[in-house]
């Protein structure tokens, strides 16, 4: 458990790459258990976008952080979704093209940005628990979290999930380039010198490359009753 101001905050948090499920699971998980749903990926994509609407070059270090602790976004729990409003205005589609996914991973890989985002991540753990989905949420944010689960899936199968959801959603997307897109993410994210993503030694390491969201979700259930003894 978590302790803040004297209370014990249960978290999960699951890691892993980009297209791998962590938002169906995340999603559904804060709902099943009525708990707080943080999706760290909408943080670094609403910088994203904060700076590509304000034209901020990516050498202004300065101006980056400056954006970065004044980020004026907000998040509302809306069904299987998460409204995400910057600066009052909904960007839940805006946020979710490659091309934002792309800047996110860059300002990602910018120590001072993280810094300044920790904070501001923790504080989502209230009661009664925390559900926390990103890249470093056990390594980092939330490292004495009670129970870590890192999701991987070939590239393959995680590029195809993310077509279908990009269609589903009117985006116009081409297969083979989201899987060099999403491969060199990935490989931008595992390799950069502050938070890459890694698997903790303590996560639960999931393949779900032949696994269905539904069958992810009662592993993971499963594992949160031997933890926490919540009733599933
Ligand atoms: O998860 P999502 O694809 O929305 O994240 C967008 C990008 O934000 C990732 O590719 C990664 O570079 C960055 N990110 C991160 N740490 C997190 C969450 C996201 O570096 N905890």
Same mark, same amino acid.
């Given at each position: 458990?978590? $302790? /803040?101001?004297?209370?014990?905050?249960?978290?999960?948090?699951?890691?892993?790459? +980009?297209?791998?499920?962590?938002?169906? *699971?995340?999603? /559904?998980?804060?709902?099943?258990?009525?708990?707080?749903?943080? &999706?760290?990926?909408?943080?670094?994509?609403?910088?994203?976008?904060?700076?590509? !609407?304000?034209?901020? &070059?990516?050498?202004?270090? !300065?101006?980056?952080? !400056?954006?970065?602790?004044?980020?004026?976004?907000?998040?509302?729990?809306?069904?299987?979704? =998460?409204?995400?409003?910057?600066?009052?205005?909904?960007? +839940?589609?805006?946020?979710?093209?490659?091309?934002?996914?792309?800047?996110?991973?860059?300002?990602?890989?910018?120590?001072?940005? /993280? #810094?300044?985002?920790?904070?501001?991540?923790?504080? %989502?753990? $209230?009661?009664?628990?925390?559900?926390?989905?990103? @890249? &470093? =949420?056990?390594?980092?944010?939330?490292?004495?979290?009670?129970?870590?689960?890192?999701?991987?899936?070939?590239?393959?199968? @995680?590029?195809? @999930? @993310?077509?279908?959801?990009?269609?589903?959603?009117?985006?116009?997307? !081409?297969?083979?380039?989201?899987?060099?897109?999403?491969?060199? /993410? #990935? +490989?931008?994210?595992?390799?950069? +010198?502050?938070?890459?993503?890694?698997?903790?030694? &303590?996560?639960?390491?999931?393949?779900?490359?032949?696994?269905?969201?539904?069958?992810?979700?009662?592993?993971?259930?499963? *594992?949160?009753? $031997?933890? %926490?003894?919540?009733?599933?």
């Amino acid at each position: 458990m978590v $302790q /803040r101001s004297g209370t014990a905050i249960p978290i999960i948090t699951v890691d892993g790459p +980009s297209g791998v499920g962590k938002g169906t *699971l995340c999603i /559904r998980l804060a709902k099943h258990f009525g708990w707080h749903l943080l &999706d760290s990926g909408a943080i670094y994509r609403a910088l994203a976008l904060c700076i590509d !609407n304000t034209h901020v &070059d990516l050498n202004n270090n !300065n101006e980056i952080v !400056n954006k970065t602790m004044y980020l004026d976004v907000l998040f509302e729990s809306k069904d299987e979704e =998460m409204d995400v409003y910057l600066e009052g205005k909904l960007v +839940s589609s805006e946020l979710r093209s490659e091309r934002i996914g792309e800047l996110a991973s860059k300002l990602a890989a910018m120590p001072e940005v /993280r #810094d300044a985002l920790l904070q501001r991540q923790r504080d %989502f753990a $209230q009661s009664p628990g925390l559900v926390a989905d990103g @890249r &470093d =949420m056990g390594s980092v944010v939330f490292p004495h979290a009670p129970l870590k689960i890192f999701l991987n899936a070939s590239v393959e199968e @995680r590029g195809r @999930r @993310r077509y279908k959801q990009l269609k589903a959603k009117g985006c116009n997307v !081409n297969l083979a380039q989201l899987l060099r897109e999403i491969a060199a /993410r #990935d +490989s931008r994210d595992a390799q950069r +010198s502050v938070a890459p993503l890694k698997a903790t030694e &303590d996560a639960h390491q999931i393949d779900t490359t032949h696994l269905s969201a539904d069958e992810v979700f009662e592993i993971v259930l499963k *594992l949160s009753e $031997q933890k %926490f003894g919540l009733a599933i």
